[in-house]
């Protein structure tokens, strides 16, 4: 039997591509969401954010109807499947805003019955899905409740969900069924089960380990860069035939929505002794001072007065978005120093809406340096003028291949 599914948070960057799989494998999905923009501009086809395949993919399921958005909460009582893919951010002290998702429960209670099966998608602070499970017995709801962590890229959903195995975990016999049937549904690959804690820290892991796997690169960036080498270079050297280096990361910004607030949480949830997720914090969050210390040098010193150009504001290559990017760090800082500050940026939308100047590549060009801040494949072919200082921390200019 074909499910009937409501993704809550569903026009999100999780949500969304999700249910254009669900929909793709006609299972008929809403997507609930309090957006009211993003409602309408997935009901047009539209994407709201950027995501590979997606334009074309969610023309798709939109003609075909399996796919619908809406900001009616109504519709989460039709379905037998209800999924949650809110956000789960960290306060400014670092810590979960696990109230934010009890609150989100609170608004969906009056629609979720009995017989219906409760997926939480969302990344959750450890723990948090065994007190769900106590929360809904004292409001007497007795739907069945899953935890199933999303693990996808951010961009690249449409590809991986089908392409990685998915981590399923539940309360009870009828919703790991059920959660089995979905995923072996649309995925390539048989989901592997865990139990609901472990899947709540096995997310946690995989967030940390490639946010502590950033750092070490960054940290080696750094070192090289103090010592005169070229950290990409070397990179590109131990690399090669080497597979033991295959994880070996490039050097860069590690910044968006998720790998920080990650490893902060699972520092939060190890009372603050996961010692190597701080070190990796400090390292990582340290990289737009270390790229401002490159520039200086390269300038004689200081900043003061100069005006420097920003390339790419969004957290990633090839991205528009902008959730925590590290380029708005940098930006800060370079004001601080005195600079005055110019940002570019190909795939960032709505750049009217910022509190501060986005201006075209040439004239961003004109500037007196510029830095990178997202190493967006557009730049590849920028010809940089040869006395032009080019902060690169990426290795976009540095790579020998
Ligand atoms: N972005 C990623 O690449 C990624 C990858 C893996 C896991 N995750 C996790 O997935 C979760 C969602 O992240 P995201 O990036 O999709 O967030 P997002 O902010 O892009 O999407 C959340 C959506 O929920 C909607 N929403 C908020 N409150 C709501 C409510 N009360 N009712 C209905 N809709 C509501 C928002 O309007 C938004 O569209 C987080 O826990 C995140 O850590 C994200």
């Known amino acids: 039997m074909l499910h009937k599914i409501a993704i809550v948070g ?40 950027m995501e590979e395949e997606g ?48 609150k989100v429960i609170d608004a969906i209670l009056p629609y979720i019955k009995a017989d219906q099966v409760l997926i939480f998608r969302s990344t959750l602070f450890p723990g948090t899905m065994s007190l769900i499970n106590d929360y809904l017995k004292t409001k007497k709801c007795n739907a069945s409740l899953a935890f199933c962590p999303e693990r996808i890229v951010q961009g690249k959903g449409l590809i991986e969900l089908v392409e990685v195995p998915q981590i399923i975990s539940g309360f009870d016999e009828k919703s790991l069924s059920v959660c089995r049937q979905i995923f072996g549904t649309i995925s390539k ?47 590109e050297a131990v690399k090669k035939d080497y597979p ?16 920080f607030k990650d490893t902060m949480q699972l520092s939060a949830y190890s009372q603050n002794t996961f010692f190597l997720g701080h070190s990796a914090m400090l390292i990582n969050e340290g990289m737009p001072s270390f790229a401002i210390d490159l520039l200086k040098n390269r300038m004689g010193g200081s900043i003061t007065g100069k005006k420097i150009a920003i390339l790419g504001m969004a957290f990633k290559a090839n991205n528009d978005d902008v959730r925590d990017s590290l380029a708005f760090k940098l930006r800060k800082m370079l004001e601080f120093f005195g600079a005055e500050v110019i940002c570019h940026d ?16 040439p004239t961003a060009l004109k500037a007196d ?10 730049y590849k072919k920028v010809k940089v003028p040869k006395d032009f200082i080019l902060i690169d921390i990426w290795g976009m200019f540095n790579s020998v291949s």
């Open 10 to 49: 569903g026009c999100g960057h999780i949500g969304l591509p999700l249910g254009i799989v669900l929909a793709e494998n006609k299972f008929k999905t809403f997507l609930y969401d309090i957006d009211e923009a993003s409602v309408n501009t997935v009901n047009d086809s539209i994407l709201p954010h």
């Open 55 to 102: 334009e074309e993919r969610l023309k798709e399921v939109i003609k075909s109807k399996y796919l619908l958005a809406t900001i009616s909460p109504k519709v989460l009582s039709d379905c037998d499947i209800v999924i949650l893919t809110i956000g789960t951010p960290v306060d400014e002290h670092l810590n979960p805003r696990t109230a934010d998702v009890f």
């Open 189 to 235: 690959q048989k989901p592997v089960t865990l139990l609901p804690l472990e899947a709540e820290l096995a997310k946690l892991f995989c967030n940390a380990w490639r946010y502590i796997n950033f750092a070490i690169s960054n940290q080696f960036f750094q070192i090289s860069e103090k010592a005169g080498a070229n950290f990409f270079k070397i990179y």
């Open 244 to 259: 033991r280096m295959n994880d070996f990361a490039r050097a860069g910004f590690a910044s968006g929505p998720c790998l």
């Open 346 to 361: 190909p795939y960032v939308k709505h750049q009217e809406k910022f509190d501060f100047k986005f201006v075209d590549l």
């Open 369 to 378: 340096a510029a830095i990178i801040g997202a190493p967006h494949k557009d």
